[in-house]
C-alpha cells in the first residue's frame, strides 16, 4: 500500500433515505460521524451538499482537503469490480458525477466504490465479527436476502457484480410462489422480513390462530416478539426461518468455505428467535470439513457500511 499522505479517510453509506459519513483513521478507529438526507443525486447542487457535509465533516475534526488520504462510497446497487454502477433501481444516483464532484474537492485523495452489502461485509471483517485476514461471508436479512464475500481481505464482487446473491439459493423446491427474480423458492422468499411474515400467517392457518397485530408487511419485529413471549406459532414461522438459512449457508460453504459467516441487516436483531435452528440445520446438512465454521451476529450495527467503504478505499491505497 502506498502512503498517499494524508492521515485520515472518509467512508459513506448511501442508503435509500440519508447518507451515513464517517471520518477514520487507517487503522479503523472512527473520528466523527454525521448523516444527511440522501434525495435525489443526480445534479450539481445534489453533488454539491454531499461535498459539503464532508467537508463540514473533516473540518470538524480540524483537518482540511490534504488530509484525506482517500473516501469510500457504498451505493444500494450492483458495482463491477471497476467501480462502474450497472444498476440502482431503488435509488436516483448519478455515481460518476457523485465522485467527480467529492475528486475535485479532495484531489489528492484516492476514491473507490462498491455495493452496500459488500461494503457491511468488508467492515463487519475489518473490525467486527468477520475474520480480518481471512474469509467472511456476511449475510444481510432484511426487506431482501443478500451477502457479501470477502476473501483475504478484500471484497469479491464478481463477472457480473452479482457475488454474493444468495437470497436467489434455491432452498424449496416445491415452492409455487414466485420470487420477485422470477424464480420459485428462492432463500429471499424466506428469510427475509417479509417472508417471516408469510411464514408466520402460514403457521397461523394450520393452527386456526390469531395472528397478532402486524403494522405493515415487514414488521418482523411483531413476530419476533410474539415469538419470546411463548406464541406457538411465532416460534415455529422463526425456527423455519433458521432453517433455511442453515441450509442455504451449508450451500454457500462448499463454494467459499469462509472463515466465519456474519448475520447482519434488520432481521438479524431476531437472531435469538431464529439462531439456534439456523446453526443446527447448518450443522446437520454442511460437509464435514464445514461443519464447525462459525455463524455469528453481526456487531457493527449502521457503522459496518461506512467502515467498509473506508477501508474499500484504504486498500485502494
Known amino acids: 500500500m502506498a502512503d ?30 454525521s448523516k444527511v438526507r440522501t434525495g435525489v443525486l443526480d445534479n450539481d ?16 475534526a480540524g483537518l482540511g482537503a490534504s488530509d484525506v488520504a482517500a473516501l469510500g462510497v457504498d451505493v444500494p446497487g450492483v458495482v463491477l469490480e471497476d467501480g462502474t454502477l450497472a444498476m440502482a433501481p431503488n435509488i436516483t444516483l448519478d455515481l460518476n458525477g457523485l465522485l467527480a464532484c467529492l475528486g475535485s474537492a479532495f484531489p489528492t485523495a484516492r476514491i473507490a466504490a462498491l455495493n452496500d452489502a459488500n461494503a457491511a461485509a468488508l467492515g463487519e471483517a475489518w473490525l467486527g465479527s468477520g475474520d480480518a485476514s481471512g474469509s467472511t461471508v456476511m449475510v444481510t436479512l432484511g426487506t431482501g436476502v443478500g451477502a457479501g464475500v470477502v476473501i483475504g481481505g478484500r471484497v469479491i464482487a464478481g463477472a457480473h457484480g452479482a457475488a454474493g446473491e444468495i437470497g436467489h439459493i434455491n432452498v424449496e423446491p416445491s415452492e409455487t410462489e414466485a420470487c420477485n427474480c422470477g424464480c420459485h423458492g428462492c432463500l429471499e422468499q424466506y428469510a427475509s422480513a417479509r417472508g417471516l ?13 390469531e395472528p397478532v397485530e402486524i403494522a405493515h408487511t415487514t414488521d418482523a419485529l411483531a413476530v419476533f416478539e410474539a415469538a419470546r413471549s411463548g406464541n406457538a406459532q411465532a416460534r415455529r414461522a422463526c425456527e423455519r426461518v433458521g432453517h433455511y438459512l ?72
Open 4 to 33: 498517499r499522505g494524508g492521515s485520515v479517510v472518509v467512508g459513506m453509506d448511501i442508503g435509500g433515505t440519508s447518507i451515513k459519513m464517517g471520518l477514520v483513521t487507517k487503522m479503523g478507529e472512527t473520528l466523527a460521524t
Open 246 to 317: 442453515g441450509r442455504a449457508l451449508a450451500a454457500v460453504a462448499v463454494v467459499v468455505d469462509p472463515d466465519a459467516f456474519v448475520i447482519g441487516g434488520g432481521m438479524s436483531g431476531g437472531w435469538d428467535t431464529l439462531g439456534e435452528a439456523c446453526v443446527e440445520r447448518y450443522r446437520e446438512v454442511a460437509i464435514v470439513s464445514c461443519k464447525d465454521t462459525p455463524i455469528r451476529p453481526a456487531s457493527l450495527g449502521n457503522d459496518a457500511g461506512f467502515l467498509g467503504a473506508a477501508r474499500q478505499a484504504i486498500l485502494a491505497l
Open 45 to 60: 447542487a445534489a453533488f454539491a451538499e454531499v461535498q459539503g457535509a464532508v467537508a463540514a465533516l473533516v473540518g470538524e
Open 197 to 209: 411474515i408469510c411464514l408466520y400467517r402460514e403457521e397461523c392457518e394450520k393452527d386456526g390462530a
